[in-house]
């Protein structure tokens, strides 16, 4: 069982910058494929980032954020910077022990743990 734990989330203003962190329990979180995805009120979770071996985004966040992991400290990173009202969400990590497979990263199906999400809202 690996459990998730994000922090980070919070209120800033449009344009402005947070940076969200996902503990992960486990000795082998180095073979973990990890991912993060976020719901808006009314809509779908929604892929946003994800990293293994190379990292994947979504088109409407790519250039603005970056995935990255610290496999020392069992943390994967979500820097999310010139951020826009629909940004606005809470946001999930995810992570799939072992690596995707076959699966697209961008895929919930993918993905085998969940964080409880933490909340981002951006405001003009």
């Known amino acids: 069982q690996v459990q998730l734990v994000e922090s980070g989330g919070g209120l800033v203003q449009a344009g402005g910058s947070l940076r969200l962190s996902c503990a992960a329990s486990?000795?082998?979180?180095?073979?973990?494929?990890m991912g993060w995805f976020r719901q808006a009120p009314g809509k779908e979770r929604e892929f946003v980032a994800a990293?293994?071996?190379?990292?994947y985004y979504a088109d409407s966040v790519k250039g603005r954020f970056t995935i990255s992991r610290d496999n020392a400290k069992n943390t994967v990173f979500l820097q999310m910077n010139s951020l826009k009202l629909e940004d606005t969400a809470v946001y999930y990590c995810?992570?799939?022990?072992?690596?995707?497979?076959?699966?697209?990263?961008?895929?919930?199906?993918?993905?085998?743990?969940w964080g409880q999400g933490t909340q981002v809202t951006v405001s003009s």
């Open positions: 486990g000795r082998t979180f180095s073979s973990y494929a």
């Open positions: 990293i293994s071996w190379s990292t």
């Open positions: 995810a992570a799939k022990t072992a690596g995707w497979g076959s699966r697209r990263p961008s895929l919930e199906s993918a993905y085998d743990y």
